[in-house]
């Protein structure tokens, strides 16, 4: 059975910082890139981070600088690092499995096959 469970979201002040773990399990880990995504209420689902098997890293531009994405495959878990956190960095937390992404298609959500539940984050201002 494929699952992906995020873990480690909760509730900041603006400036703090938090670390959410993806644990993956029923599907090859490390065969597949990973991405993070976040959905905030009422609004579209946006990428944040990309990382792919030997551990090259893309970010969005709101989070660049702040967020540090990585993996151990040794364990089958991807991280999100999450420092001087915003309220604007307020959503659901997704992590997801893709083969790809193909040329470049990191951020879109049609490249990732597996998806977790979601773990909330809120930061207050």
């Known amino acids: 059975q494929v699952q992906s469970v995020e873990s480690g979201g909760g509730s900041v002040q603006s400036g703090g910082s938090l670390r959410l773990s993806c644990a993956a399990s029923?599907?090859?880990?490390?065969?597949?890139?990973m991405g993070w995504f976040r959905q905030g209420l009422g609004k579209e689902r946006e990428w944040v981070a990309y990382?792919?098997?030997?551990?090259?890293?893309n970010y969005a531009d709101s989070v660049k600088g702040r967020f540090t994405a990585s993996r151990d495959n040794a364990k089958n878990t991807l991280y999100l690092q999450m420092d001087s956190l915003k309220p604007e960095d307020t959503a659901m937390y997704y992590c997801?499995?893709?083969?790809?992404?193909?040329?470049?298609?990191?951020?879109?959500?049609?490249?990732?096959?597996?998806w977790g539940q979601g773990t909330q984050v809120t930061v207050s201002s």
């Open positions: 029923g599907y090859t880990y490390n065969q597949y890139c």
């Open positions: 990382v792919n098997n030997p551990g090259n890293t």
């Open positions: 997801a499995a893709g083969l790809g992404p193909y040329g470049g298609r990191w951020y879109a959500e049609d490249e990732y096959k597996y």
